[in-house]
């Protein structure tokens, strides 16, 4: 599985940016596919997921204001981030797992490029 990560960018505080994840092979094999970010200086943290069955969930700092989706084809999945922070600032990974925990990072098997966000003040 090949994940391409797109759409980073610089925004000021309280506007809105919108990732795209296009997974491309085995996508058969996937069961989840979400996101990660790390800031500079930081661990990488886990922000949201979509499974196969349509059920997502995300990390409580970004609860309300980022919302993920996926198309039918399971080809490609969108993170929509809306009321971003500074501290929404960060390289932002793409990433897919087949079996395993929703969120722990090392159940993840494939990983895209990251893509840098910043968001001023």
């Known amino acids: 599985v090949q994940l391409q990560a797109s759409g980073g960018g610089l925004v000021q505080a309280g506007g809105s940016l919108r990732l795209s994840c296009a997974a491309s092979?085995?996508?058969?094999?996937?069961?989840?596919m979400g996101w990660f970010r790390q800031a500079p200086g930081k661990e990488r943290e886990f922000i949201a997921e979509?499974?196969?069955?349509?059920?997502?969930v995300y990390a409580d700092s970004v609860k309300g204001r980022f919302t993920i989706s996926r198309d039918n084809a399971w080809i490609t999945v969108t993170l929509q981030m809306n009321s971003l922070k500074p501290e929404d600032t960060a390289v932002y990974y793409c990433?897919?797992?087949?079996?395993?925990?929703?969120?722990?990072?090392?159940?993840?098997?494939?990983w895209g490029q990251g893509t840098l966000v910043t968001v001023s003040s």
């Open positions: 092979g085995r996508t058969f094999s996937i069961y989840g």
């Open positions: 979509i499974t196969r069955s349509g059920g997502s």
């Open positions: 990433a897919a797992r087949g079996l395993g925990s929703s969120g722990r990072r090392q159940d993840y098997e494939y």
